[in-house]
Nanobody
């Protein structure tokens, strides 16, 4: 079992930045693909970014390319999401997830999920 705990969310003005963290426990996630998803009020959960366990290949949703950056520190069993140039439409609960296989851009491929961290962007 893998437990994931997100942190770093908060209220920020448009144009600001945040760094979200996802700390894993229970077992190492060094061989897991890791992803970030978000869910805005009244909307479905959507893919934001992901990073493979091997080679650290990254994927991003078109809406966040150039503004968000995902990274991982296997020594700390932690994944990060640096989010810059925040927009009001980035307001959502951000979830971290871990997958042992499959397309890491697809939510249904993920085995473990965190409880989420709220990001609110004011205009």
């Amino acid at each position: 079992q893998v437990q994931l705990v997100e942190s770093g969310g908060g209220l920020v003005q448009a144009g600001g930045s945040l760094r979200l963290s996802c700390a894993a426990s229970g077992q190492t996630v060094s061989r897991y693909g890791m992803g970030w998803f978000r869910q805005a009020p009244g909307k479905e959960r959507e893919f934001v970014a992901a990073i493979t366990w091997n080679f650290g290949i990254t994927y991003y949703a078109d809406s966040v390319k150039g503004r968000f950056s995902i990274s991982r520190d296997n020594a700390k069993n932690t994944v990060y999401l640096q989010i810059n140039s925040l927009k009001p439409e980035d307001t959502a609960v951000y979830y971290c997830a871990a997958t042992s296989s499959g397309d890491i851009r697809r939510a249904k491929e993920y085995d473990y999920w965190g409880q989420g961290t709220q990001v609110i962007v004011s205009s």
